[in-house]
């Protein structure tokens, strides 16, 4: 009786731990991922054309490659064309210098304008002097001021007409006199220097 117990409890483990190892496991699929995006390869030249080699037909070395050194730089200087030129940043070999265009020049400086101080129109006094300056501010054209027997800057009382020249030196201001047709101004003052303050540059002939 014993024994037929004891085998009995045997066929139940057994059949208990069969039970267990053949359980099935649901564990959670993983998440799934997005497609990898799309990347074009890069274009490759085609053999033969100028896109190849500079010095194929079309190519910046047409009829100017006569060895091996010329053949291997055209491979790289058109490629070093396509990257921008000079303005790109593709690595030439040292050794292929020779077949670089020259380096174009700077572009041109924007000429200089010399342009003075631009002394806006009004009545200018000065106590010192004993006489007011009007000026219409028309730049180094004649007659395009006046003189007046007032001294307070109140420019009453006109005395007749001035001319004045704009300029950065008595040099330059002779030659606007000269060109008004009124001779070399050796008598032209700088006004803002004599009392007239705020007429820099302004000279009257």
Excluded at 32 to 59: I, Q, R, Y
Excluded at 96 to 122: H, K, M, R, S
Aim: hydrophobic share 30%; with cysteine; charged share 15%.
């Amino acid at each position: 009786m014993r024994k037929l117990i004891f085998m009995l409890g045997m066929m139940m483990l057994v059949s208990g731990g069969v039970l267990v190892v053949a359980s099935p496991s649901y564990a959670q699929e993983p998440p799934s991922l997005p497609p990898e995006p799309f990347v074009p390869p890069p274009s490759v030249p085609v053999l033969g054309t100028p896109d190849d080699n500079a010095c194929h037909e079309g190519g910046s070395l047409e009829g100017k490659c006569e060895s091996d050194w010329h053949w291997n730089c055209g491979y790289y200087l058109t490629r070093w064309e396509s990257a921008g030129g000079h303005n790109g940043v593709y690595p030439m070999p040292a050794g292929c210098a020779g077949v670089l265009p020259p380096t174009p020049p700077p572009p041109p400086a924007p000429p200089e304008i010399n342009v003075p101080f631009i002394v806006v129109a009004g009545c200018y006094g000065n106590s010192g002097s004993g006489i007011d300056y009007q000026y219409d501010g028309n730049v180094n054209t004649l007659n395009n001021g006046e003189s007046f027997a007032s001294t307070d800057g109140s420019c009453t009382t006109s005395t007749g007409n001035e001319t004045f020249a704009q300029a950065t030196s008595k040099a330059d201001a002779d030659t606007e006199c000269t060109n008004l047709g009124l001779g070399v101004a050796a008598n032209a003052n700088d006004n803002d220097a004599e009392g007239w303050t705020g007429m820099v540059n302004l000279w009257t002939c």
